[in-house]
C-alpha cells in the first residue's frame, strides 16, 4: 500500500507540478530578452541625449528586478543607466526605453507613437503600433523592427540592427 501512494505522488508532482526546465527555459530566455534590450539601446540613436538612460519596465516588478541585477553599474557609453518599473501612462514620459512584457493596450501605444521612447514588447499589435516586436520561433528568440513607426517617434535604428530584423511568420 505504501509503494502505491509513492506512485500516486510521485504521478501527481510529474504531473501538475512545475517541471524544473521550465523555470530554466524561462530564465534563459529572460536573459536573452534582458541582452537584447541593451543591445537596442546601443544602436538606436536619440535626438536629445539624456544625462541618465531610462530603462523602463511596464508593470512587472519581478523582470525589472532581473534588469536591475544586470544593469547595475552599467553606463550606455558614457551615460548612467536606471531601471525602473513603471505602472502608469504618466510615467512613460521619462523612458528612453520602454519594455511591456505583458499585454498592453493599443491606446498606451498609440500615445507612445511620436515620442523619442523605444517601445519593445511580445504581443501581436507590436507588429504595427510598437518598434520592436519580440517573438518566438524554432524555440528561439526573434525581433521585428517597425522602422517607419521608429523613424515617426524620431529614433534611428542603426542599419546593422534592421539587416537582423525578421519578419514573422504569420
Not at 506512485?7 to 523555470?23: R, S
Amino acid at each position: 500500500m505504501m509503494v502505491f501512494r509513492l506512485l500516486i505522488l510521485f504521478a501527481c508532482i510529474l504531473f501538475f507540478g512545475k517541471p524544473a526546465f521550465a523555470d530554466e527555459e524561462t530564465e534563459r530566455e529572460n536573459k536573452i530578452k534582458i541582452a537584447y534590450l541593451f543591445h537596442f539601446s546601443q544602436f538606436t540613436e536619440w535626438t536629445t541625449k539624456p544625462s541618465t538612460f531610462n530603462f523602463c519596465i511596464y508593470d512587472d516588478i519581478s523582470f525589472s528586478s532581473l534588469l536591475k541585477q544586470a544593469y547595475v553599474g552599467k553606463k550606455l557609453g558614457d551615460i548612467p543607466v536606471n531601471v525602473q518599473n513603471i505602472t502608469e501612462k504618466s510615467n512613460i514620459d521619462n523612458c528612453q526605453l520602454i519594455y511591456f512584457p505583458n499585454l498592453v493596450s493599443t491606446e498606451l501605444l498609440s500615445h507612445l507613437n511620436k515620442k523619442p521612447i523605444l517601445s519593445i514588447g511580445s504581443q501581436k499589435n507590436f507588429v504595427e503600433q510598437g518598434i520592436i516586436y519580440l517573438f518566438e520561433e524554432e524555440q528561439k528568440v526573434r525581433f521585428f523592427i517597425n522602422n517607419s513607426v521608429a523613424i515617426a517617434s524620431g529614433l534611428k535604428i542603426s542599419s546593422q540592427l534592421l539587416s537582423l530584423s525578421k519578419e514573422p511568420q504569420p
